[in-house]
């Protein structure tokens, strides 16, 4: 039911967005408590957006913002049992979307009805055992990562998962959660995905084939300090845990350099948007900038949020489109479709700025900007029934969802930026010798090139490439790869040619296979 009330009231106004107001008697105190911050009588309305009058008065009435943003358009926010009497009498329409808060997280921490990982939600020590655990079954698999420390001194922790050979020279792929630390949910859809990715290895074909193709760098827990807070002391906590001088937090998601500053940020260290003192000023976004660079072949990001079932898209900060949006479309009707074919939930996929609000200094526009990577993001369950509560019975309902839409981007990363191979055959002098080029990109002219000079350099321009080889000759005609990226040659070895080194490469445009040094028989 949607109330709308006349008021006579006046209201103090504050400009900003989704911030905390100073003063107010339903504030939230940000030194740490004896015992848990309790929300009793607390509930989420959905605030119908119509004027920046009715943005002000929500703003002074709520401490928290639970919508992405603030602007013209519906928005949820928390109402402390203090200003409800007020936002009756505000005019400002509105739809209760959560009586109780505290109900909800009451219910939360008593559990789901069984003793499994996906049956209850996991506090930070238990997800570093969870992962720890991982390791020692699947030690071919999977590497433990050490991402930094946190202005705590935690370690922000995470496993990469490859290849049984190492996975040198594959894409890199990173997936991370609850850089907004209440969004608990997003901790369970990263280790749903690790765990999909190794079970499945060796017995799914096409997760074996991407496992073998791909580097998946996940990080279930990015806000570390933020995330143990929100188990201890305030179940709603957002930011980190950076003390402002009377506030605490800077919301890492915009502390990113990307568009820093700028809209659906905030300058006030109350506000739940709140960008930090400059870009990167926290250690939490230095540790994740450093690693993801120093990733060698960093393609593909997915930063795993809730909720509002979206999938989101560069730019945050700006209502321009980016050079490759016409791609970034394509994988994101992908996602919509996979993710909403599982539970018929809606999904909804698009530019950041416009899908949402305006959002400057995030980390998806960053990962594409700077780091060279695919970035999108997703918004997990529900779209407001519970918002931040998602209770234990939808754990794997929305994991599977999350782990379908990152499969989708797993496999364009791998269609199209994976390592090229070249097999070669024994080659014997007067017979045929077979070539194979496989992981290449799909339905593309794939060419065969030797040398019988050695290694070397050469840019061979129409393709963009440099080949490892001195003096390289093209080997038989250039053939279209198959729709797996797979091309093959099987070619004549010239009579009186045995005991000859000969050095092989293959390319395509923009991409190139290692060389293959081998002696003819």
């Not at 001088?245 to 260290?269: A, K």
């Not at 990962?367 to 234990?392: K, V």
Request: aromatic residues 10%; glycine residues 10%.
């Amino acid at each position: 039911m949607l109330i709308r009330r006349t008021s006579a009231l006046a209201f103090t106004i504050v400009a900003s967005a989704c911030l905390m107001p100073t003063g107010a008697a339903w504030a939230q105190h940000e030194v740490a408590a004896p015992a848990p911050v309790r929300f009793d009588g607390h509930k989420v309305v959905r605030a119908n957006i119509e004027s920046q009058r009715d943005l002000r008065i929500m703003e002074t009435l709520s401490p928290d913002c639970w919508s992405h943003g603030s602007g013209i358009g519906q928005v949820d926010y928390r109402i402390p049992p203090e200003a409800l009497d007020a936002l009756a009498a505000s005019g400002v329409e509105y739809q209760v979307m959560i009586d109780d808060v505290q109900t909800l997280i009451d219910a939360e921490q008593q559990g789901g009805h069984g003793d499994g990982w996906y049956d209850n939600y996991h506090n930070l020590a238990e997800i570093e055992q969870y992962m720890q655990d991982l390791a020692t079954a699947y030690p071919d698999l999977v590497d433990l990562i050490d991402v930094g420390l946190s202005l705590e001194n935690r370690h922000i922790r995470g496993i990469r998962i490859h290849n049984p050979n190492g996975g040198t020279g594959n894409p890199d792929v990173l997936f991370h959660g609850a850089i907004h630390a209440r969004e608990w949910i997003t901790t369970m859809a990263n280790t749903y995905i690790m765990d999909q990715l190794l079970s499945a290895y060796g017995s799914d074909p096409e997760i074996t084939a991407l496992v073998n193709q791909l580097n998946f760098h996940i990080i279930p827990v990015m806000n570390v300090d933020g995330y143990s807070y929100t188990w201890t002391n305030n179940r709603m906590w957002r930011k980190n845990r950076r003390n402002n001088g009377g506030s605490y937090g800077v919301d890492l998601n915009r502390n990113f350099s990307t568009g820093w500053g700028g809209e659906g940020s905030s300058s006030r260290g109350s506000s739940e948007t709140y960008r930090g003192t400059a870009p990167f000023s926290e250690p939490e976004s230095q540790a994740m900038r450093d690693y993801e660079l120093a990733l060698p072949n960093f393609q593909g990001f997915i930063d795993i949020h809730s909720y509002g079932q979206l999938i989101l898209q560069p730019w945050g900060y700006t209502s321009q489109l980016p050079p490759d949006h016409a791609t970034f479309q394509t994988i994101g009707a992908d996602m919509e479709t996979v993710m909403e074919s599982l539970y018929g939930k809606n999904w909804t996929h698009g530019p950041t700025y416009t899908t949402i609000y305006p959002a400057s200094g995030v980390t998806l526009d960053w990962a594409y900007a700077e780091a060279g990577a695919w970035g999108l993001s997703f918004e997990l369950r529900d779209t407001g029934q519970f918002g931040f509560l998602l209770p234990t019975d939808q754990i794997i309902p929305s994991s599977e969802e999350a782990f379908a839409g990152a499969m989708v981007l797993a496999r364009f990363i791998a269609a199209n930026f994976s390592a090229m191979n070249l097999t070669v055959g024994t080659l014997v002098a007067g017979q045929n010798g077979q070539f194979d080029i496989t992981d290449g990109t799909s339905n593309t002219l794939t060419y065969l090139a030797y040398s019988v000079r050695g290694p070397g350099s050469t840019y061979i321009a129409p393709l963009g490439v440099t080949l490892d080889l001195r003096s390289p000759i093209q080997a038989g005609p250039a053939k279209m790869s198959d729709a797996n990226g797979h091309a093959s040659w099987s070619l004549p070895i010239p009579n009186g040619t045995t005991g000859r080194d000969v050095w092989f490469q293959g390319a395509q445009r923009g991409s190139t296979t290692d060389v293959v040094h081998t002696t003819i028989n």
